[in-house]
């Protein structure tokens, strides 16, 4: 049963950009997604319809596993990345991934670009549930991946309490590293 409890789908966030909007780095260095990582997975979400968020993910010769062929841990992280880059703008409050589960179900060779269509299925307190599913190179592909998560929402001091000093002056002293997306600290 998905999701394994029962749970409201409240509204996307009133201040997330219309359907079609490609949606920035939420941070600078992020694996998933930031500019600066060189051989990170350079994720590209853009806002879709309703309660979705449409992901793209190539890989590259620096995402093998087998020869020729994307590593299965990168890919639950392009996931990861797609969930989360759900939760956060949909409902613009932080989240970390809780729970992450994936299937897959067919190879992903090295210069696939994986669409990858992520949905809010629903919020139960502070739990929050969002699938997936990854399809090669066009929206309408073979799907290749499935994914479904639980992220749970935290305060901004779950960061400030965790993370490396040195990571977080950085981001203190240049507050564009995070990106433009504005969190809403105080729903
Ligand atoms: C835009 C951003 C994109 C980002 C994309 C990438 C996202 C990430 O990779 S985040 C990094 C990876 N994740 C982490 O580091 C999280 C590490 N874990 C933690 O910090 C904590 O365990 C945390 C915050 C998830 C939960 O701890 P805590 O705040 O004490 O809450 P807790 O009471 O344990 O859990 C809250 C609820 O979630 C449930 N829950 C938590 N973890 C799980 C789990 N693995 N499975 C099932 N349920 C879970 C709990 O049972 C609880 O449910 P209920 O409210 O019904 O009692």
Redesign the pocket.
């Known amino acids: 049963m998905w999701p394994p409890v029962a749970v409201e789908l409240p509204e996307r966030h009133e201040d997330t950009p219309a359907p079609g909007t490609d949606l920035p780095p939420?941070y600078a260095y992020c694996f998933?997604c930031g500019d600066r990582q060189e051989d990170g997975l350079h994720l590209r979400a853009s806002v879709g319809e309703g309660q979705r968020i449409r992901s793209r993910f190539t890989v590259t010769e620096a995402h093998q596993g087998a020869p020729g062929l994307a590593h299965g841990g990168l890919l639950a992280c392009a996931f990861?990345?797609a969930l989360?880059?759900t939760v956060?703008n949909l409902l613009r409050r932080p989240a970390?991934?809780?729970?992450l589960e994936t299937d897959f179900l067919r190879p992903v060779p090295v210069g696939t670009t994986l669409v990858i269509d992520a949905r809010l299925d629903g919020v139960a307190?502070?739990?929050v549930y969002v699938s997936a599913e990854g399809r090669i190179d066009a929206e309408d592909g073979p799907v290749a991946v499935r994914a479904r998560a639980?992220f749970?929402l935290?305060e901004l001091k779950?960061f400030i309490d965790n993370g490396r000093a040195e990571d977080l002056r950085a981001v203190a002293a240049d507050p564009s590293l995070l990106g433009s997306r504005p969190v809403e600290l105080n729903p």
Not at 96 to 99: A, D, H
């Open positions: 939420h998933g990861d990345e989360g880059t956060g970390v991934t809780g729970r307190g502070r739990k639980l749970v935290v779950h």
